[in-house]
């Protein structure tokens, strides 16, 4: 049985930062892809930023510049790190991961950006 746990989230002023991490058990694998997506209150969950095995990065625009996404392969974790924090970066923070076979979801962790 595959498990994301996602770690690192809490509240942070504006302009400050955070690094969140997100670690896997239970896999024999490695990962094709992991990302980051969030949600916000009433929004729908959107993506953050992805990374592949192969090291090719996707950011969203509102994220660009900000954000870094990293990993490291043996471990299967995957990182975000993410500075200059705004008020609308607030959201529940999702680790995902994507094999051959399945796709898996971490439970989330809170990010709260105050002004």
């Known amino acids: 049985q595959v498990q994301l746990v996602e770690s690192g989230g809490g509240l942070v002023q504006a302009g400050g930062s955070l690094r969140l991490s997100c670690g896997a058990s239970?896999?024999?694998?490695?990962?094709?892809?992991m990302a980051w997506y969030r949600q916000a209150p009433g929004k729908q969950r959107e993506l953050v930023a992805f990374?592949?095995?192969?090291?090719?990065?996707i950011y969203a625009d509102s994220v660009k510049g900000r954000f870094t996404i990293s990993r490291a392969k043996a471990e299967n974790t995957v990182y975000l790190q993410m500075n200059s924090l705004k008020p609308e970066d607030t959201a529940v923070y999702y680790c995902?991961?994507?094999?051959?076979?399945?796709?898996?979801w971490g439970q989330g962790t809170q990010v709260t950006v105050s002004s």
């Open positions: 995902n991961a994507a094999s051959p076979f399945s796709v898996y």
């Open positions: 239970g896999s024999t694998f490695s990962f094709v892809t």
């Open positions: 990374i592949t095995s192969e090291d090719r990065i």
